[in-house]
């Protein structure tokens, strides 16, 4: 009997201790609990890091020297014919960029760009679109398949595609009536100015691309 005596009080310590433990945990948990905020936090989670944000400077920069080129092509270039011909700043800028890049981020940014480019009206015809994603894309794997990455094979690689997409121009305003074959030397001019400019172009074009780190592979 002493034992069973002795048995009982144990027992009702250790249920008092466990309803101890209990409640203090039932109190944690309370007193961890915290609503969800009233305000938007986006702005404090989506913070970018220093290599995003030299990316994103990048790409700005990028989207300047575009729009640079289209406003001195519209300005001033347009106002000078040399032999009947001008430049295409615009148009050029946008073929070392696709070629600098690469296919990877180079198809998709000659896209997006030809289309931005036939938005602000200085494009002849709306299959520029076409022309410019088309042969900025082949040049730039012709480029990767067959010649080393050099400032050479990037800037002829780019002219290339430039002259493709004058000459791409050219037979599609003959098929539509738009030109004449007469007007195939202007034609031919134009790509030959664009890519003389091209050239110096190129410098700024590549150090911008350096920015943030190459996202080229190859």
Avoid at 41 to 55: G, P
Avoid at 174 to 196: D, E, K, N, W
Wanted: glycine share 6%; aromatic share 12%.
């Amino acid at each position: 009997m002493a034992e069973k005596k002795k048995r009982r009080p144990a027992r009702r310590a250790k249920e008092r201790t466990l309803a101890k433990l209990f409640r203090r945990n039932q109190r944690k948990k309370r007193n961890e609990f915290r609503p969800d905020p009233t305000s938007s936090t986006w702005l404090k989670t989506r913070k970018l890091t220093r290599q995003q944000k030299l990316r994103l400077l990048k790409w700005v920069l990028y989207a300047l020297i575009v729009m640079t080129c289209l406003v001195v092509q519209d300005v001033i270039m347009s106002q000078f014919r040399l032999f009947g011909a001008t430049t295409d700043l615009a148009v050029g800028a946008i073929a070392l960029i696709t070629v600098i890049e690469g296919t990877e981020v180079g198809s998709l940014f000659v896209l997006i760009a030809s289309t931005l480019y036939w938005f602000s009206g200085s494009a002849p015809t709306p299959i520029c679109i076409a022309l410019m994603t088309a042969f900025g894309i082949g040049a730039t794997m012709f480029r990767q398949m067959f010649w080393h990455r050099s400032r050479g094979t990037l800037t002829l690689c780019a002219c290339l595609a430039l002259t493709a997409y004058e000459l791409g121009l050219f037979v599609t305003g003959v098929m539509q009536g738009l030109t004449y074959f007469g007007r195939l030397p202007s034609f031919l001019l134009t790509s030959a100015y664009t890519c003389l400019v091209m050239i110096p172009l190129y410098t700024l074009v590549y150090k911008t691309g350096l920015i943030g780190g190459n996202t080229w592979k190859e």
